[in-house]
């Protein structure tokens, strides 16, 4: 089975400052893990993932994660917020990518900017 | 290309009434998914559907059925709604070559 937590169900910053949201999974296999951001009464939309390769992906809006296996990890960064970044950002990981493949996903974290 | 869409995008139900929410993808996409979304627990999966043909049930199943009714269109039924049932729907819609599911933009359910 494959799990996500992410710490912390909410995280406030300052514009300007470091964004750090935490995700730690479980998997039986090599993960491909992904981020999604919602914005207010909106879908969800990938904001990047991770699937073989470079452990540090880089997404849209100047998001990047770090694949780390010895942890189990894969927080999310952006150096600097923006008021725009705004949102709930959900991790999800998933086990396969056959036909039947499925996403597990985090409870979420909502980020609040302030100014 | 309109992506994902959902339909209707609000809806109050009254205890015991049904309905059915519909998706449709314009992606030629092969594998379409159903999640509900209650705050403090993430996306929860419902049902999916693999291909054009079958459908699997997810985390979440009971009280719902689905129907792939074509490669475009995927849909969910609520034969007697509860007030449990009350949340946000997705739907989203995925390529067989790829790992990444594309979303709608959700159905706010109310069940009275």
């Known amino acids: 089975a494959q799990s996500v937590t992410q710490l912390g169900s909410h995280v406030s910053v300052s514009e300007g400052a470091l964004v750090l949201l935490r995700c730690n999974y479980s998997s039986s296999v090599p993960p491909y893990l992904f981020w999604y951001v919602q914005y207010p009464n909106q879908g969800l939309q990938l904001l990047l993932k991770y699937t073989t390769g470079a452990t540090l992906v880089k997404g849209i809006n100047g998001f990047e994660a770090e694949f780390k296996k010895s942890e189990t990890s894969f927080h999310l960064t952006k150096p600097s917020a923006h008021m725009s970044d705004a949102a709930e950002y959900f991790c999800?990981?998933?086990?396969?990518?056959?036909?039947?493949?499925?996403?597990?996903f985090g409870t979420g974290t909502r980020l609040q900017v302030t100014l | 290309n309109a992506g994902v869409t959902q339909t209707p995008k609000f809806q109050v139900l009254k205890t015991g009434q049904s309905m059915t929410l519909q998706c449709a993808q314009d992606?030629?996409?092969?594998?379409m998914y159903w999640y509900r979304q209650d705050p403090g627990m993430g996306l929860r999966l419902i049902y999916y559907?693999?291909?054009?043909?079958?459908?699997d049930k997810g985390e979440v199943p009971n009280g719902y059925n689905v129907s792939r009714l074509n490669k475009r269109e995927f849909s969910l039924r609520l034969e007697s709604a509860a007030p449990s049932q009350t949340s946000v729907y997705f739907c989203a819609s995925r390529a067989g070559w790829t790992d990444t599911q594309y979303f709608g933009p959700g159905t706010r359910l109310t069940v009275l």
């Open positions: 992606m030629n996409h092969n594998s």
């Open positions: 999800a990981v998933t086990r396969n990518t056959g036909t039947a493949s499925k996403l597990t």
């Open positions: 559907s693999a291909s054009e043909g079958t459908t």
